[in-house]
């Protein structure tokens, strides 16, 4: 069985940082965030793989960072320069060899003056 737990998640300025955490359970072969903005659909962040290979959406890259520790079996995502416009509850996704993804309960960011 697979479990992921995100944390992280807050109030922050624009231009601020935060740093997101998903705590994972299980055999997980590729990590990765996305975010749902009120009203919007859900959207891919990155994903980084057991490899270590990653990918960014255009939105995010030079200032999103994902990163893996598998001794701890945890993925990260470094957020800089926030945005108002990343204002969303990011969810930490986990995908398996046998094709079903995993999803956590989903952590709010809030970038505001």
């Known amino acids: 069985q697979v479990q992921l737990v995100e944390s992280g998640g807050g109030l922050v300025q624009p231009g601020g940082s935060l740093r997101l955490s998903c705590a994972a359970s299980g055999r997980i072969f590729r990590l990765g965030w996305y975010r749902q903005a009120p009203g919007k659909e859900r959207e891919l962040v990155a994903v980084?793989?057991?490899?270590?290979?990653?990918n960014y959406a255009d939105s995010v890259k030079g200032r999103f960072t994902i990163s893996r520790d598998n001794a701890k079996n945890t993925v990260y995502l470094q957020m800089n320069s926030l945005k108002p416009e990343d204002t969303a509850v990011y969810y930490c996704n986990g995908y398996v060899l046998s094709g079903m993804n995993y999803w956590g309960k989903g952590t709010l960011v809030t970038v505001s003056s």
């Open positions: 980084i793989t057991s490899g270590g290979s990653t």
